[in-house]
């Protein structure tokens, strides 16, 4: 796998390129678009200054208090203002009115003032903005290089109103230069932040990684014990918490597999010796070459079958070779029929399986897998009943559904290893003498039988009382 970055860089990197973006964004802003801004700042000052004065003059405004709205208009954005209004043939000009304190509109040769107004009257909508870089004559102001002239023309029937707002544009140069001063130096301060950060972020972030990494490097053994300084925020520690998990995990899949070797050589090896020894016995002792002694042999080899069938039967579940052959079927018929297998411990040892069974219940299932399941639910039953050899097994409909219970009254099972035994391999107890044989993996299969049926399943169980085990599945109406 190609070697990755170590995540100091990959941050570093990140970072710089967002300082970097930033830088730009300013560099954009401050210094490439100040100048257009501004003047279209300015260009917009001047348009509404100009619709202010229309609509006085339009409203026909009393001369003080339009002298008052050109004042202050003036004032507070910095423009100069003039006005010329016909009304039945008589033009008065704002200059005349007012003292104007001799701002530019007031001061410029009247060719210009006419030449702007008739570009006006050239126009559509009888406005003109004028832009001009050159000196118009007047200086006003040193500091102003650029001018803007809007004028407005209002027309109704018998009378004509001429606006004219000017507004100048003061160099931007000398701000230029002393943003470029402060780019520079911002760009610095963000590089030491970017370096500053990226440390932060790296003890923070990336320390506790490759210290949990470290750690984790004995997982394979089944041991993890995380160093609670890696805690610093919540994914170390829920990468904490999942190491240690699978770490327990792993610890229990290795003692699970252990015992398996265990047990199943064990059960192997009985049978294997009777088979063995009852065979030597019979060549031996001509007199014992009975009936009942060939059952046992028979009986053991069916037996050693039957376990290794299990096994195989797990590991094909468990790589999910197994495809349900699924049928409708009499669900209490198959019990029934199951149930007569079990007639021998009846007579045998003493066992009392009680029926509680209704009529007929049908359902859509692997008819085998179901067969299976039941028949290691009742071994269980009897296997751990003990003294007490009750056994009911019942079956209950509830809307849709049927849930079939097997329950015995024996030994059961307590409750910090009730999650475990659907387990592979587990065992409660692992000395135990049988009545039948197991090895561990019953209720492994039974759990995969009944998650491929997506049927719902369970147990209660109290140590001393007994267990019921159960399962229910769909009625096929
Ligand atoms: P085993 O071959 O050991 O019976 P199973 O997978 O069938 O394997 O069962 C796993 C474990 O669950 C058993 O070893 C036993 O400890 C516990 N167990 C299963 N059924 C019962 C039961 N009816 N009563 C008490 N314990 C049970």
């Known amino acids: 796998m190609k070697k990755q970055i170590s995540l100091k860089w990959k941050i570093g990197r990140y970072l710089l390129a967002f300082g970097v973006f930033i830088i730009a964004v300013m560099f954009i802003f401050q210094i490439g678009l100040l100048e257009p801004m501004y003047e279209q700042s300015k260009i917009n000052t001047v348009k509404l200054v100009s619709d202010a004065i229309v609509n006085a003059l339009d409203d026909d405004m009393d001369e003080d208090d339009l002298e008052d709205l050109v004042f202050e208009n003036q004032v507070k954005n910095d423009t100069c203002i003039r006005y010329f209004r016909t009304e039945e043939g008589h033009t008065s000009d704002s200059y005349d009115m007012h003292y104007m304190n001799g701002c530019l509109l007031y001061r410029m040769r009247p060719e210009e ?8 009257y050239a126009s559509q909508d009888k406005t003109y903005l004028g832009i001009s870089d050159e000196d118009l004559g007047i200086p006003i ?37 002393t943003l470029r001063k402060q780019m520079l130096y911002i760009g610095i301060i ?25 750690k984790a490097k004995s997982l394979p053994e089944g041991k993890y014990d995380p160093d609670p300084q890696t805690n610093r925020y919540r994914e170390a520690q829920e990468l ?40 030597e016995m019979m060549i031996d002792l001509p007199e014992e070459k009975t009936d009942e002694n060939i059952q046992v042999i028979i009986d053991e080899s069916k037996r050693l079958t039957n376990l290794v069938n299990d096994l195989l039967d797990l590991s094909k579940m468990q790589e999910n070779k197994i495809v349900l052959n699924e049928e409708d079927f009499d669900l209490t018929e198959l019990i029934r029929n199951q149930l007569r297998k079990y007639d021998v411990y009846q007579y045998r040892d003493g066992f009392v399986i009680e029926e509680n069974l209704p009529e007929a219940v049908t359902v859509h299932a692997d008819r085998k897998r ?26 209950n409909i509830r809307d849709d ?25 587990y065992k409660v107890d692992k000395t135990h003498v049988r009545a039948s044989s197991g090895s561990g993996i019953g209720l492994a299969i039974v759990k995969e039988i009944l998650d491929l049926h997506h049927a719902k399943y369970g147990v209660e169980s109290q140590p001393g009382k007994g267990s019921t085990f159960w399962f229910s599945l769909p009625i096929k109406k």
């Open 401 to 425: 559904s049927v849930k079939v219970s097997i329950q015995d009254f024996g030994q059961g099972i307590a409750k910090e290893n009730i999650n475990d035994i659907w387990d592979r391999y």
């Open 141 to 177: 102001s040193e500091k102003n290089f650029r001018n803007i002239i809007y004028t407005r023309i209002l027309q109704d029937d018998d009378e004509t109103s001429i606006v004219m707002v000017y507004t100048g544009i003061s160099s931007v140069g000398a701000a230029l230069q």
């Open 190 to 214: 963000l590089i030491f932040g970017v370096i500053l950060l990226t440390l932060l972020l790296y003890k923070q972030i990336a320390k506790p990684l490759l210290s949990i990494n470290e």
């Open 240 to 279: 904490n918490e999942t190491l240690v998990k699978a770490a327990g995990d792993i610890q229990k899949a290795d003692k699970a597999k252990r015992d398996l070797i265990a047990n199943v050589s064990h059960d192997l090896r009985t049978p294997l010796t009777m088979i063995s020894g009852y065979g």
């Open 113 to 120: 003032i006419n030449e702007n107004i008739a570009n006006a």
């Open 370 to 395: 179901i067969e299976q399941v039941i028949n290691n639910f009742i071994t269980n039953a009897i296997n751990y009943s003990l003294d007490d050899k009750h056994i009911i097994v019942a079956e």
